[in-house]
């Protein structure tokens, strides 16, 4: 493992967020430090401006989040759009995958190789993530949407 770890550019810059409550904190990150024993979590506890938590999801290389229900899906489809590589559980994993992205398990953090796990994914996978976000997200799907929401909150019953 060290000669992998001395061929990687600025490896002490490899960033993971993760979308979690206090409780399965511990659980996310112990997914990864167990294998990567030196890799270092940032605990972001204050409130960023809109801009500043792009920005900082823009430089995210692993996003992780382990919550089974259905959560944290701008955040997800930021990170595809940006590139991250997007380690996910239940419903977020089943509609990110349905829709035809590359992203993984967290399960899969268990049975990756470091190199794996950290290895970013190819300009391909990546250009393929975002065309399928923002085609999910295109201002036409959205508007027809909102509309069938509204019409549905306005019926009367």
């Known amino acids: 493992m ?17 979308s979690v409550s206090s409780s399965r904190l511990s659980k996310n990150i112990s997914l990864i430090t167990d294998k990567i024993p030196f890799f270092l979590f940032f605990l972001l506890t204050d409130f960023l401006s809109i801009d500043n938590y792009y920005l900082l999801l823009k430089k995210t290389d692993i996003y ?4 089974e229900t259905q959560t944290g899906l701008s955040a997800i489809y930021t990170c595809l759009v940006y590139g991250v590589k997007c380690f ?15 992203v993984f398990k967290i399960t899969d953090l ?22 399928i976000i923002k085609e999910w997200l295109n201002n036409d799907r ?8 509204y019409s549905v909150i306005n019926d009367d019953v």
């Open 88 to 102: 996910l559980d239940g419903a977020n994993y089943n509609i990110v995958r349905e829709l035809g992205c590359i």
């Open 110 to 131: 268990k049975i990756l190789s470091v190199e794996e796990i950290i290895m970013p994914l190819t300009m391909e996978q990546k250009k393929k993530n975002a065309a």
């Open 2 to 18: 060290a000669s992998f770890l001395a061929a990687l550019p600025d490896f002490s810059k490899v960033s993971a967020a993760s």
């Open 64 to 67: 992780i989040c382990s919550w």
């Open 142 to 149: 959205i508007n027809a949407m909102w509309n069938n929401f």
